[in-house]
């Protein structure tokens, strides 16, 4: 009978905000129903569990509902037997003890513990078996993202950011999982709730009800006023904290910069603005929030008093029970409550199914394709050919028109060009990870796109500049490119590319786990990791980026070491930044912004005073005397 | 955590909600009393004027309970965020005005996450505390104390509910927090996983391990989804027990009450009240509770917090700095050693060297070799521990560092731009610069070409961090900034590797043609023989050691570092 709820229900508020009525609004789904009953299909396999689930919801709500009122005869016999003993002792007949009848209000306690019995062990079982449902939905939910990812063109990779896939593969998940969870269950409970709780209210006393509904139109102005208010100061509050968070982590990653430019008392000016502005929103929204429990709470003592008035009165007067008072009290503060509920469910549900769609969204994006081209195989002693072939990455104007160039085995080919050429277009095409909008390219005679994906990587190993190793150790990520490798092969591999002897210097050796930072190794080690682990899958044509990245002037004599060696007896693609490797190249495509614009040998494109002759120029220019 | 609190929070706001929270206890607690003396007085004896009196008495005491919280809220909400307002602009002071030495103890998105993730936490605890945590213990106290008086001899029940309150929450605790952090390291391996399959998606088909990549994310998959469905299981027990407990103390309290009323030491209103004030109990347990699990929470933040507090200032202020010379340009190393905070070993030994006016210094040396920390020592960002560096002929030791930054002009290793329009960037070292020096500046660093293709040019926005330009544009822009500034010195900290030979030649010929570099020196920091080459000066510098000092051609000659690293740059033949 506590009307005081405010104590339970005031949830913390994290900097996102509560969720339902006083937070942010939520995302709205493009279609709805669509998404809805795919998701369902997800949970189809739970069928069963689901109904029983929702059958137990529905018992265990309404013997919720009904415990008031039957706990409520209880009192009614006290009262009665009060009364009756009262009436005695005025009729001037002692009484030790009124005559309560203990016998009725035993039966009477033993079914509403029944009842509590029930009520707490199938809210345990839906409990039970949501856990399960919501999981294991999210799991085959999870897995298939997964999967679709290794068969989604890597163009999708290129034009998506890392961050919005993984929030979709983590928040929108989570988000999911939550509402499987918890909110199914409580959009039935709180309809029959609903339901039962004003059956019970008419059942009682159809007067009483009627003042119990008079509430309801005060309580919806109370959410319709300060709702948007609050939900106006909470979206204030996260765009405030959003700027300044992005001022906090320009000012600290330029800490350097700040400094050496005096400029602290100008960022801290306008940190200060903007701190000011944080605060002005987030304390009224706080407060906002804050204070739609307490007004419910009013509304709902007011309706509380004028049931305890009206029918104090009838009972008083002997035309209600005590009992049936007392229940009905109680059901007054169980009747505001699923209205509430309901209104945050639907936000919640809105975002949820928001989040699946996004998930789906994914899940729907075309697939690579597998169609063969009719190219007849030739017959050729070329390793790899490039027949006028045509190339431009989607949407885009062409970058490469009707390009021939032919790789015979053993033969190195260098790709140069300034930074931001594309000289990375060449790889992709070669490793199949776009295809050509015209032309072909073969492999031993054969169009690439009439081999599968899996076949044509077999016959290349790729190091890029961008050191990828997994999470792992590092003998596992030396097998990663052959994990048919043997132990002696692999410790080969890690000799022939300097592994070995700084990985034996290591505490665990080879079982050392890299961690996603790498912070436990150098730079020019991982580099070296991802040379061995070429040589591992000893491929016949090599791809190779040889950048310098920041290494030492050891390592760095290393990491050339191992190229070479790995380079030696295998055709090769190398995006070159050395001048001995491209002089030593047998072709030397040249690219500058994304097209090729010059192929022959260094002496070739000297004799033509080009692109690279000027670019081979400018690069020793200063230094001639070298 | 009282220690970052204390002076922050403003008590005059927390003593009026706790006051405001005082008076809405004691009205709410009043409130059941009075239902039972209208069930009592009123129903009981069937008067109907004293039940509307009593109502009168009840809306009354409703509107002074929502008046009250209200008081409370408005005081929570403004001393907590107000805190938080306090705490981040603290934490940013003293984080803007650390040195090197202190940075470098903490990153930056540890620093980040301090100055806003945790001060939310700090920020929301305190909200709780004053609006429900404190309530918690004075209701509890309150409602005890009122249901004594109601009946005392049933308070007894509270000795078998409140230790079966606390089993069961404890209980559950017990067996869910070990696994809640399990759950948090399994989602961290789920979303690695996930994330290692985005960023090495080219690696991960090169070599064809598709198929591995989804048995490690499915074994990830299983092992979070089974811990994740223990971990609800348990926590879907406290719902369904705490219920009970609660619905078991009201059967508890009809059946005893039913027995002292039929024994006349009980009246029929105080069975009710005294459940509401059971109630009362049990919920303020439960808040109570809540305290264990957010005061560990809080206090971490607190103490990472403190941490930054705590970190006292290396660069020792000096009481009457000197006077910099304006004019002469010059720079100078006298036998610098430096030692990083707390290391064994001499990070830089034995530095010399003096540049004056219009004269280029580079430095070369590979990775880890000590080029940075040396040029650091330049703006004291670090101070030396022995030997003098002196600017324009004064030492650096004697200047404050405000004064040395208006001297100094740096371009970091990394670019950083900062949020405004490239214009606002420009202006960072010179506020009042004309756009003809600004487009001079962009001429220079090679940036006036794209600048110029730039809708809005000079007016073009800058997101955060730059990250609409790419990397070379943005250490040209970076460049370009450095070259509005007036200084006596110019710092190139290995700006010039993200561009290509062509840009880096063009950029160095200009930078050489320029007259206001002409009046001061540059120093160039360079991975490069071709960009250091045309130095007056060339320190090649190994493990802290400057082991050559010279131009391109003495050393070419004589020295065995700088030979090595033209050797491993400009390599003739092969070597296999």
């Known amino acids: 009978m506590a009307k005081d709820k405010e104590t339970v229900s005031s949830k913390p508020v994290g900097p996102k905000g509560p969720h339902g009525n006083a937070g942010p609004k939520p995302e709205k789904a493009k279609h709805f129903w669509k998404t809805v009953r795919r998701l369902a299909s997800y949970m189809s396999a739970y069928i069963w569990g689901i109904i029983i689930v929702l059958i137990l919801a529905i018992l265990a709500s309404i013997f919720q509902v009904m415990t008031p009122k039957v706990l409520g005869q209880a009192t009614t016999e006290i009262y009665k037997g009060f009364m009756t003993g009262v009436a005695q002792q005025k009729a001037g007949i002692q009484v030790d003890q009124f005559p309560i009848d203990f016998e009725a209000i035993k039966r009477i306690i033993f079914v509403v513990f029944l009842m509590y019995m029930a009520s707490a062990l199938f809210s345990f079982i839906q409990q039970f078996v949501m856990t399960r449902v919501s999981q294991r939905t999210v799991y085959k939910l999870r897995r298939d993202l997964k999967s679709k990812m290794r068969r989604l063109p890597i163009s999708y990779y290129d034009q998506h950011s890392n961050g919005d896939i993984m929030s979709r593969a983590i928040n929108d998940m989570d988000n999911i999982a939550g509402t499987l969870q918890q909110s199914i269950t409580q959009v039935v409970t709180s309809t029959v709730t609903f339901v039962g709780v004003l059956w019970m209210m008419f059942s009682i006393s159809w007067k009483l009800t009627l003042i119990a509904l008079a509430t309801i139109p005060l309580s919806l102005i109370v959410v319709g006023l300060v709702a948007p208010s609050s939900q106006k100061f909470f979206a204030r509050q996260q765009k405030s904290l959003g700027l300044l968070n992005n001022q906090v982590e320009e000012n600290y990653a330029g800490h350097v910069v700040v400094k050496s430019f005096n400029h602290e008392k100008d960022a801290i000016a306008k940190f200060d603005a903007e701190n000011e502005i944080l605060y002005k929103a987030s304390w009224k929204a706080q407060m906002i929030s804050g204070i739609i429990m307490p007004l419910m709470t009013l509304i709902n003592n007011l309706g509380y008093v004028l049931i305890a008035m009206f029918g104090g009165i009838q009972v008083a007067n002997g035309g209600i029970a005590l009992g049936n008072i007392q229940a009905f009290l109680q059901y007054m503060n169980q009747f505001s409550q699923p209205i509430t509920q309901l209104a945050n469910l639907a936000n919640t549900i809105q975002a949820t199914v928001a989040s699946a769609e996004r998930i789906f969204e994914v899940i729907d994006e075309p697939e690579m394709n597998d169609d063969p081209v009719d190219i007849p195989d030739i017959q050729t002693d070329d390793k790899v050919i490039l027949d006028h072939m045509d190339f431009g990455y989607e949407g885009k104007p062409l970058l490469m028109q009707d390009y021939n160039l032919n790789v015979k085995p053993g033969e190195m080919i260098a790709i140069v060009g300034p930074t931001g050429a594309g000289k990375t277009t060449v790889i992709n095409l070669l490793e199949r990870f776009y295809e050509v909008k015209g032309g072909s390219i073969k492999l031993d005679g054969r169009d690439i796109r009439n081999m599968t994906r899996d076949d044509v990587r077999s016959h290349y190993a790729m190091v890029l500049q961008d050191t990828w190793l997994f999470t792992g150790t590092i003998y596992d990520n030396l097998k990663y490119s052959n994990q048919d490798a043997s132990h002696e092969e692999i410790i080969a591999a890690a000799k022939a590319a300097h592994v070995d002897s700084f990985v034996r210097q290591l505490p665990d050796g080879y079982d050392t786990v890299l961690n996603e930072e790498a912070s436990n190794i150098s730079q020019g080690q991982r580099q070296l990791i991802t040379i061995a682990r070429a040589f591992v899958a000893d491929p016949e044509i090599l791809i190779l980026d040889e950048a310098t990245s920041s290494v030492d002037t050891r390592t760095e004599v290393h990491i050339q070491h191992a190229m070479q060696r790995l380079l030696k007896n295998r055709t090769s693609f190398v995006v070159a930044h050395r001048l001995s490797t491209i002089r030593d190249a047998d072709k030397i495509i040249v690219m500058n912004e994304g097209s090729i614009v010059e192929t022959g040998n260094h002496d070739e494109l000297m004799a033509k005073d080009g692109f690279y002759a000027d670019l081979y120029n400018s690069q020793f220019a200063g230094n001639v005397a070298m | ?576």
């Not at chain 2, 591995?212 to 027990?237: C, G, L, P, S």
């Not at chain 2, 004030?277 to 206090?299: C, D, E, G, N, T």
């Open chain 2, 1 to 576: 955590m009282f220690k970052i609190v204390r002076g922050r929070l403003n008590i005059w706001q927390v003593a009026g909600s706790i006051l405001f929270m005082i008076v809405q206890v004691i009205a709410s607690l009043y409130l059941p009393n009075i239902t039972s003396d209208i069930v009592n007085n009123g129903i009981a004896k069937g008067e109907t004027g004293y039940i509307i009196n009593a109502g009168m008495k009840m809306i009354f005491v409703s509107v002074l309970t929502v008046l009250a919280s209200v008081g409370n809220v408005f005081l929570a909400s403004q001393a907590s965020q107000g805190l938080g307002q306090r705490l981040r602009s603290d934490l940013f002071r003293k984080v803007l005005y650390f040195s090197h030495d202190e940075f470098d103890a903490f990153d930056t998105s540890s620093l980040t996450t301090r100055t806003t993730n945790d001060v939310m936490q700090i920020q929301n605890v305190i909200v709780m505390m004053l609006r429900m945590m404190i309530m918690a213990p004075i209701m509890l106290i309150g409602a005890s104390f009122m249901a004594y008086q109601k009946n005392g001899p049933m308070t007894k029940i509270f000795l078998i509910v409140i230790p079966a309150l606390i089993i069961v929450v404890g209980g559950v605790m017990y067996f869910a927090v070990p696994l809640f952090k399990a759950m948090q390291k399994k989602t961290d391996r789920l979303n690695l996983i996930f994330r290692e399959g985005l960023t090495g998606v080219r690696v991960i088909r090169a070599f064809r391990q598709d198929t591995f990549e989804q048995n490690r994310f499915k074994d990830a998959n299983d092992d979070y989804t089974n811990n994740a469905i223990k971990v609800y299981t348990i926590v879907a027990m406290m719902v369904p027990f705490v219920t009970l407990i609660m619905s078991g103390t009201n059967i508890g309290i009809t059946w005893l009450g039913a027995h002292y009323i039929a024994n006349q030491t009980m009246q029929v209103g105080n069975l009710i009240a005294f459940m509401t004030y059971a109630m009362q109990i049990l919920m303020s347990f439960m808040i109570l509770s809540l305290i264990f699990v957010l005061i560990p929470r809080a206090s971490a933040s607190a103490a990472r917090i403190q941490e930054v507090f705590a970190k006292e200032s290396q660069i020792d202020t000096v009481a009457k700095p000197a006077k910099i010379k304006q004019g002469e340009a010059s720079l100078e190393f006298d036998d610098v050693n430096f030692r990083y905070l707390g290391a064994e070993k001499l990070a830089l030994t034995n530095i010399n060297f003096k540049m004056d006016k219009g004269q280029t210094l580079a430095i070369i040396g590979g990775t880890g070799s000590g080029k940075t920390t040396l040029i650091n020592l330049i703006p004291r960002f670090y101070d030396s521990e022995t030997g003098t560096v002196m600017i324009n002929g004064t030492d650096v030791k004697a200047l404050n560092t405000e004064d040395i930054n208006r001297q100094v002009s740096m371009v970091p290793q990394k670019a950083v731009l900062f949020k405004g329009t490239i214009r606002s960037n420009m202006l960072y070292g010179k506020d009042d610069a004309t756009d003809d020096e600004i487009w001079h500046a962009l001429e220079i660093a090679q940036a006036d070409g794209f600048v110029k293709d730039l809708e809005k040019q000079l007016d073009a926005p800058v997101e955060q961090g730059g990250d609409n330009f790419s990397g070379g544009q943005k250490q040209r822009l970076a460049i370009a900034r450095a070259l509005v500034k007036d200084a006596s010195i110019y710092v190139f900290d290995d700006s010039f590797s993200a561009l290509d030979f062509k840009t880096d030649l063009n950029l160095r010929t200009a930078l050489k043609a320029d007259e206001k570099i002409k009046d001061s020196v540059v120093v160039i920091v360079g991975q490069r023989i071709s960009t250091v080459a045309d130095a007056d000066e060339i320190l090649v510098i190994d493990d802290g050691n400057m082991v050559g000092l010279g131009t391109h051609d003495e050393l070419k000659e004589n020295n065995k570092t700088y030979q090595e690293i033209i050797e491993s740059q400009i390599r003739e033949g092969n070597d296999g």
